[in-house]
């Protein structure tokens, strides 16, 4: 079992920046390529960016591309999403997951954290 836990989300202006971090226990996270989704209210949740094991593969979605930045410390058990010049429409529920796969689709993955607000002012 892996146990992912989200933090950093809040409220921030258009324009503005925060950074998320995903903290694992239970397993080793090298062992998992790790993903962020968010869910808007009355959508469904939707792929962010995902990064494979050893960090060397990024996939990330048309709407981040640019703007949002995924990095992994395999040592700290910890990834992190960095989010700049945000958007309204990315307010959200941004959830991290960890898959032994790999790919964009929210079956894919195994475990998943509770989730942390982000809300954007415009």
């Known amino acids: 079992q892996v146990q992912l836990v989200e933090s950093g989300g809040g409220l921030v202006q258009a324009g503005g920046s925060l950074r998320l971090s995903c903290a694992a226990s239970?397993?080793?996270?090298?062992?998992?390529?790790m993903g962020w989704f968010r869910q808007a209210p009355g959508k469904e949740r939707e792929f962010v960016v995902a990064?494979?094991?050893?960090?060397?593969?990024?996939y990330d979605s048309d709407s981040v591309k640019g703007r949002f930045t995924i990095s992994r410390d395999n040592a700290k058990n910890t990834v992190y999403l960095q989010m700049n010049s945000l958007k309204p429409e990315d307010t959200a529920v941004y959830y991290c997951?960890?898959?032994?796969?790999?790919?964009?689709?929210?079956?894919?993955?195994?475990?998943w954290g509770q989730g942390t607000q982000v809300t954007v002012s415009s």
């Open positions: 997951a960890a898959t032994t796969g790999w790919g964009r689709q929210p079956a894919t993955y195994d475990y």
């Open positions: 990064i494979s094991w050893s960090g060397g593969s990024i």
């Open positions: 239970g397993r080793p996270l090298r062992n998992y390529a």
